[in-house]
C-alpha cells in the first residue's frame, strides 16, 4: 500500500508561483506513473499531468502547458509540481495520485481510474 501527502498549497495573487509537493511512502513501484488531478468547486476532477518516476517522459493538460512542471526526485519519494504564472482558473484543490505501473502514463491524462492511491490533497487558491 503506498501513501500519498501533498503539502505546499496556498493563496497566491495572479502572476504568482506555488511548489506542491507529494510524499509517497509505504510500498513503493521501480518505476511507475504518478500524476497530480485538481478539482474546482462546482466542476469535475480533471487530470493535470502525470509522470514516469523514472523521469522518461511527462504529459501535461492545454491548459498548464508551459507554466507547470511535474519532476520527482527519486531519492525521496516525492514528485513535485511547478506552478508559473498563475491564474484564477488555476484555482482548485490539487491531488497527488499513483500508480502501479509505468504505462499508465501513455493513457490519457483523464484516467482517473489508472490511480488507485491518492493522497488527500492541497488547497490552491489564485486571486486576480
Known amino acids: 500500500q503506498m501513501q500519498l501527502v501533498e503539502s505546499g498549497g496556498g493563496s497566491v495573487q495572479a502572476g504568482g508561483s506555488l511548489r506542491l509537493s507529494c510524499a509517497a511512502s509505504?510500498?513503493?513501484?521501480?518505476?511507475?506513473?504518478m500524476a497530480w488531478f485538481r478539482q474546482a468547486p462546482g466542476k469535475e476532477r480533471e487530470g493535470v499531468a502525470r509522470i514516469v518516476t523514472d523521469g522518461s517522459r511527462t504529459t501535461y493538460a492545454d491548459s498548464v502547458k508551459g507554466r507547470f512542471t511535474i519532476s520527482h526526485d527519486n531519492a525521496k519519494n516525492t514528485v513535485y509540481l511547478q506552478m508559473n504564472s498563475l491564474k484564477p482558473e488555476d484555482t482548485a484543490m490539487y491531488y497527488c495520485a499513483g500508480s502501479s505501473s509505468s504505462a499508465y502514463c501513455w493513457k490519457s491524462l483523464q484516467m482517473e481510474s489508472d490511480f488507485r492511491y491518492w493522497g488527500q490533497g492541497t488547497q490552491v487558491t489564485v486571486s486576480s
Open positions: 509505504g510500498y513503493t513501484y521501480s518505476s511507475n506513473c
